[in-house]
């Protein structure tokens, strides 16, 4: 066992860990860290940190939207009020998951700073410039996400001693955003990632991985009429040109089968966090958080949490000819042990993510997508169309998606203005990625999180339910608080306005 710093993880602090596992330690990397294959488990312990961001990522994102909800509202317990903070925007820097999410963030930036003191260490030239790109690629993603949920954050690049971390001052969120681009624009303009990895490294990201994060970025980042919201167009044209330019419903990959168990890293998978069952300490947790509570086994094995719950409005914004819909969420299930159809909130539950074959508790096979091809193709066309507004390209690209979901057509006379498209993508995009932890960040990007918002918590008829008036949120509730722990350890550091 070793003592390593983590740093900014709580901006300082000392875990243990088992090095012949997660060979990141900064103490012992002089020593352990000799040749490639090492250099390649300091990638593989940046990987692995990923499973603490995505267990609790679904509260931060989802769980804040119009598309989830708590599933009760008349329990006083700890776990409820947790729930019930991010569900109604009154969280404060006390809380624990924000904590957790933030910890598990920095954790994963940390060990990617880790890999590039050692980088001289590999002599293969292509395999250096890999290890490169997958520690530029996965301290850009963590970024992106913090600076989305958290505005300004500490920008940390490098190995930084205790002291100097325990007075760093947050950085502004263009100072993040040039290093977010800064990183991916490297992985791209040098093309250190490859297009696609083989079998056995399946996961791993790739060159179209960074391309569609980079994208995404740029059209966060910058508004419609900047040079670089027009590079992302290009940039999603080229992932696409790379996936066989999927023209029809026909040409592309199943919606069920996108998340079975039985067909891993498919052809619509573009990056996604890996998971695998057996006991290994690396099995998927969703199945045990979002599956139906005292359900006898009939959904999924052992005690679930019954997370993730999705809403009335979710539930209505589904065609009931969508056949995305029985995959996302189920209403009820039956119960052959008591001949009962469970309905209610008792029958609800996010069926996405649910492995039917789990055996044990929080060790499912299922892999949570992260980039997939339908995002890249309605991103393309959201970004076509506030570019030069409805086009034939734009329009086959979304009517490629609606048709795998068993949706009409729509003709560009439907959709015949700028914002009469817009609305249809953003529909779209909403149903197509559910329960994936996009709402939230396109609210965000769109500028619409406030009144979506606003507007689900007066209509939703769960929340009049409670016993007092739940408040709309104003703008700063959407931005999280800089944990508490973050700010007892540096009484400089700024707390986000509101809190």
Request: aromatic share 10%; net charge negative; charged share 20%.
């Amino acid at each position: 066992m070793k003592k390593i710093m983590i740093l900014l993880s709580a901006l300082a602090a000392l875990v243990s860990c088992n090095l012949e596992q997660y060979p990141y330690s900064e103490v012992a990397a002089a020593d352990y860290v000799r040749d490639a294959a090492s250099v390649n488990n300091l990638v593989m312990g940046a990987y692995n940190g990923l499973y603490d961001v995505i267990i609790k990522e679904w509260a931060m994102t989802e769980l804040r939207t119009d598309n989830v909800r708590m599933r009760v509202n008349a329990s006083n317990s700890a776990e409820t009020k947790l729930l019930e903070a991010l569900d109604q925007g009154t969280q404060l820097s006390d809380h624990t998951w924000v904590d957790d999410y933030w910890n598990a963030a920095y954790v994963v930036i940390n060990r990617a700073n880790g890999i590039f003191p050692y980088l001289d260490k590999v002599s293969d030239g292509a395999l250096k410039a890999q290890y490169e790109g997958e520690a530029r690629f996965l301290r850009s993603w963590m970024y992106f996400n913090l600076v989305r949920l958290w505005g300004p954050v500490f920008l940390v690049t490098s190995g930084t001693s205790a002291e100097v971390a325990r007075w760093m001052q947050r950085s502004p969120v263009e100072d993040v955003y040039a290093q977010i681009e800064e990183d991916l624009e490297t992985i791209v303009d040098g093309n250190l990632l490859p297009e696609t990895m083989p079998a056995a490294d399946l996961g791993r990201a790739t060159l179209l991985a960074a391309k569609s994060m980079l994208a995404k970025v740029y059209m966060t980042h910058y508004k419609a009429g900047d040079a670089k919201y027009a590079q992302a167009k290009t940039l999603l044209g080229e992932v696409l040109t790379a996936c066989k330019n999927p023209s029809s419903g026909a040409s592309m990959v199943k919606y069920a089968d996108i998340f079975s168990t039985k067909n891993e890293c498919n052809a619509e998978i573009i990056f996604a966090v890996r998971y695998k069952a057996g006991r290994l300490g690396i099995g998927a947790p969703f199945s045990t958080l979002f599956g139906p509570l005292n359900n006898a086994n009939v959904v999924v094995m052992g005690s679930p949490k019954h997370y993730n719950f999705p809403s009335d409005d979710l539930i209505a914004a589904f065609d009931p000819a969508d056949k995305r819909k029985d995959v996302t969420l189920k209403e009820n299930y039956y119960n052959p042990i008591s001949g009962v159809l469970v309905e209610g909130a008792s029958g609800r539950y996010c069926n996405k993510f649910i492995d039917p074959d789990m055996t044990a508790e929080n060790d499912a096979e299922t892999d949570w997508p992260v980039i997939r091809l339908a995002d890249v193709m309605l991103l393309y066309a959201e970004a076509s169309n506030e570019l030069e507004g409805p086009s034939q390209e734009a329009l086959t690209l979304l009517n490629a998606v609606r048709q795998r979901a068993g949706l009409p057509d729509y003709s560009l006379t439907d959709l015949a203005s700028k914002y009469t498209f817009r609305m249809a993508v953003r529909q779209e995009r909403r149903v197509e990625f559910a329960m994936e932890n996009q709402r939230w960040f396109d609210l965000m990007r769109w500028g619409v999180a406030v009144p979506t918002v606003n507007n689900f918590l007066a209509t939703e008829p769960f929340y009049s339910g409670y016993d007092y008036v739940v408040n709309p949120i104003s703008e700063w509730q959407v931005l999280l608080p800089i944990p508490v722990a973050v700010l007892n350890v540096n009484k400089e550091v700024a707390q986000n306005p509101g809190y």
